[in-house]
């Protein structure tokens, strides 16, 4: 493995291997996280890396497109058929991007937008005053009614709709275990002549194997995602359309030349590998296990007295309020199970009162582990493990931990293809 690197650069070298054996004896859980197949990781490697393709297919800035022409249509096919779209844009490098470039497609500056509270489940690129969007679009921000439910307050969502006239609505999440009741947001966005866009980066691969709503079902006019968390592609965005043309071509030039440059071409083809990978039947299989898993770990943590942020899950993640219940901060439990081999990430809860660099709460979830084919039994007892970890925190509580993660892990090796 990374033999050419080996012979000629040792120290990064050295850092790859390192990261290759931390993935491989350790067990990951960070909720955005997952591995990707060789045919993936071969098309990043690609010779497309060298092309330069601004533009769009038959509509460059520069030659030699007859092979990136093809790539990405290919990409935009693919996704437009995995989520029932009628345009797919895949040049976003990320999900911000994506946002960012949506923003710009369905409004002007000084626009208002709602989007849900980063402390509730949104995301930074939801709003939040540290962003720099924030400062050119109005967003307003809604949160959930019960944290202890996560029921969205629908009725003041659609009160504030009809007070701010917002030209977009947003609804998505990137620390929110529930499902959304897209057909309702669907339905205020309608009712206030906004644009409904929904932010699906971290149940893109939920949705595409049907083990999540597609909002698009429920009349949603446009989605943004990543393609590397449970969709399991490359790092990458994505805007897809579901009908409007006039819509569709405003979000191309948002895209380029509005904010991005030429596009990662290579990127591009591991998407649409990723893609083909996302519409096999075995993918089906895979997202439903993702769910699946993702309850059996929440039910081990609820018997264990910890508070779950919306009492549990419905989806790959699971939100837990560890200071209140084990008196432990979400940075010292992340820093421990790290050193069990168990990566999650400190996450804020729900209006926390704690600061973000060490809030309330862990955020986690099971798209990588069912990539790496846990089952229930086994999620469960890694959650266990996670439990005993946070409670005893003792040194030999964890070495043993870290023992019994790593046989886990060495039985479960990364797959190298789904097909
Ligand atoms: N970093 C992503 C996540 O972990 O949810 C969102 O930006």
Request: some cysteine; aromatic content about 8%.
């Amino acid at each position: 493995m990374y033999e050419r690197i080996k012979k000629q650069d040792k120290k990064l070298y050295e850092l790859l291997m390192g990261e290759e054996k931390r993935q491989k004896e350790g067990l990951e859980l960070i909720p955005s996280e997952n591995y990707v197949s060789h045919a993936v990781k071969e098309a990043m490697a690609s010779s497309l890396t060298n092309k330069y393709s601004e533009g769009y297919p038959g509509k460059r800035y520069y030659g030699g497109q007859e092979f990136t022409d093809a790539v990405e249509t290919l990409a935009q096919e693919r996704a437009k058929k995995l989520f029932g779209a009628t345009f797919a844009n895949v040049q976003p490098l990320g999900g911000a991007n994506a946002n960012i470039a949506f923003y710009m497609a369905a409004m002007e500056p000084g626009n208002t937008i709602l989007g849900m509270d980063l402390s509730h489940g949104g995301h930074l690129t939801h709003g939040h005053p540290v962003t720099y969007v924030s400062k050119i679009f109005r967003f307003v921000r809604y949160k959930m009614k019960d944290v202890e439910t996560g029921e969205i307050d629908y009725e003041a969502l659609r009160e504030t709709a009809r007070e701010e006239l917002p030209k977009v609505i947003l609804a998505g999440f990137s620390a929110y275990p529930r499902e959304l009741d897209w057909a309702k947001i669907a339905s205020i966005a309608k009712e206030v002549g906004a644009i409904s866009v929904a932010d699906v980066a971290h149940i893109a691969g939920l949705i595409a194997g049907g083990a999540a709503k597609n909002p698009f079902d429920y009349g949603f006019d446009a989605m943004t995602t990543t393609t590397h968390k449970t969709l399991r592609g490359p790092r990458g965005g994505m805007i897809l359309v579901r009908e409007s043309e006039e819509l569709a071509k405003k979000v191309d030039k948002a895209v380029f030349p509005g904010l991005q440059g030429g596009p990662h071409m290579h990127q591009i083809a591991a998407k649409a590998v990723a893609f083909d990978e996302a519409s096999k039947p075995s993918f089906k299989k895979y997202a439903k296990q993702v769910v699946e898993n993702a309850k059996a770990m929440a039910s081990v943590f609820k018997e264990g007295g910890v508070r779950l942020l919306t009492g549990g899950t419905d989806n790959h993640l699971i939100l837990a309020d560890v200071f209140s219940s084990l008196k432990i901060s979400g940075g010292e439990a992340e820093k421990l199970l790290d050193e069990a081999g168990i990566t999650l990430n400190k996450n804020a809860i729900a209006d926390d009162t704690r600061k973000p660099m060490d809030p309330s709460g862990i955020r986690f979830g099971t798209p990588a582990l069912t990539t790496r084919g846990l089952k229930t039994k086994e999620c469960a007892h890694v959650a266990e493990i996670m439990l005993d970890v946070l409670t005893r925190r003792d040194a030999k509580t964890v070495a043993l931990a870290r023992k019994e993660i790593r046989m886990m892990a060495l039985a479960h090796p990364i797959p190298e293809s789904f097909m």
